[in-house]
């Protein structure tokens, strides 16, 4: 995942449009990627999931694309509710027997209603 | 039912001081983790445990001592607490079906921990 800057990057959208997004994923040998919301006071939870063979995979208004050219890793969100807002990270799993799993810097989603 | 459960849910202590942090999970998973949450909501991963070994340290200071007593538990102790290690501290549990093979699973995380060091 894309660790950049001192603050957490912000994606400001009006309810009902769709929301994009990005990540920047480190190392060529990952391969499963992970997106995760995490509301205020919460852990991160799961959200959806894509293997590097595959780039794109779509969830209930949630979809995942991933281009391995240039190591890049997007969510998708159809329709963004209120209830949509948290920050999200990506995940890149390292491949090194599945035990670590290493997180972009997040992105703060606020929904306008 | 909590699927990852850890305690204290927050702990304010003095710096010097030693802590410990509870995790337990109920979903039968093999591996567990710790993960650091700075102010920043930048998390980091600190240990993985599979079957009650310890698999990854990922440069964590000795100060640190994660303890699996068994699948299910993994807890962590802090000594000589400072004033940096002030964070959110998560548990996660997950299933990782075979060594060597990539990870199948997602991770499930607890409520975290949130320790202030004063």
């Known amino acids: 995942g894309e660790s950049v800057g001192l603050h957490l990057p912000t994606l400001s959208v009006q309810e009902g449009d769709n929301s994009i997004i990005n990540c920047a994923y480190s190392?060529?040998?990952?391969?499963?990627f992970i997106w995760y919301k995490q509301e205020s006071g919460k852990g991160p939870q799961f959200i959806i999931d894509?293997?590097?063979?595959?780039d794109k995979r779509q969830g209930q208004r949630v979809t995942v694309l991933l281009n391995k050219t240039v190591k890049h890793l997007s969510l998708q969100i159809a329709a963004t509710q209120p209830g949509d807002s948290a920050v999200y990270f990506c995940?890149?799993?390292?491949?090194?027997?599945?035990?670590?799993?290493?997180f972009g810097a997040g992105t703060r989603l606020f929904v306008k209603a | 039912d909590t699927a990852v459960s850890q305690t204290p849910k927050y702990l304010v202590t003095q710096m010097g001081n030693d802590k410990s942090i509870k995790c337990e999970q109920n979903?039968?998973?093999?591996?567990m983790y710790w993960y650091k949450q700075d102010s920043k909501k930048f998390l980091k991963i600190m240990f993985s445990y599979n079957n009650k070994e310890l698999i990854i340290n990922e440069t964590v200071p000795n100060r640190f001592s994660p303890k699996s007593p068994d699948k299910a538990h993994l807890n962590l102790h802090i000594n000589s607490l400072e004033l940096g290690d002030s964070a959110v501290y998560f548990c996660?549990?997950?299933?990782?079906?075979?060594?060597?093979?990539?990870?199948?699973?997602?991770?499930?995380f607890g409520e975290g921990s949130r320790l202030t060091v004063l």
């Open positions: 190392n060529s040998a990952s391969d499963y």
């Open positions: 979903l039968g998973h093999d591996t």
């Open positions: 894509i293997r590097s063979n595959m």
């Open positions: 996660a549990s997950s299933q990782v079906v075979q060594v060597r093979l990539p990870n199948t699973g997602e991770l499930f």
């Open positions: 995940a890149e799993n390292m491949g090194t027997g599945g035990f670590k799993t290493i």
